[in-house]
Nanobody
Framework: EVHLVESGGGLVQTGGSLRLSCTAS????????IGWFRQAPGKEREGISC????????FYADSVKGRFTLSSDNAKTTLYLQMNSLKPEDTATYYC?????????????????WGQGTQVTVSS
């Protein structure tokens, strides 16, 4: 059975850092684009970063570029999102996904598999 499980969310002050993890079970990320999305209350889901399935290129939304870093482990079962210089507007539920369509704009990625989400709250 395929699962994605996120962890690492929490409450942090403005300017702080968090590292999110997304662990896959029942499959590996081989052949999938993988990425992170977030959704704040009352807002649409936003794709914020993804890695292409073909060449491992990474793409970031303008809202997080320069502050967030996406990486994965060699076994291709865990995806990380290092989030630095956090702002109150980064407050959201963060989801990882494995799918297709990481072609430059993370918001265009579609997910075949989704995690349950982890909450990130940045206090001002």
């Amino acid at each position: 059975e395929v699962h994605l499980v996120e962890s690492g969310g929490g409450l942090v002050q403005t300017g702080g850092s968090l590292r999110l993890s997304c662990t896959a079970s029942g499959f590996t990320f081989d052949g999938y684009a993988i990425g992170w999305f977030r959704q704040a209350p009352g807002k649409e889901r936003e794709g914020i970063s993804c890695i292409t399935e073909s060449d491992g290129n990474r793409f970031y939304a303008d809202s997080v570029k320069g502050r967030f870093t996406l990486s994965s482990d060699n076994a291709k079962t865990t995806l990380y999102l290092q989030m630095n210089s956090l702002k109150p507007e980064d407050t959201a539920t963060y989801y990882c996904a494995a799918g297709t369509g990481c072609w430059g704009d993370p918001d265009l990625m579609t997910g075949d598999y989704w995690g349950q989400g982890t909450q990130v709250t940045v206090s001002s």
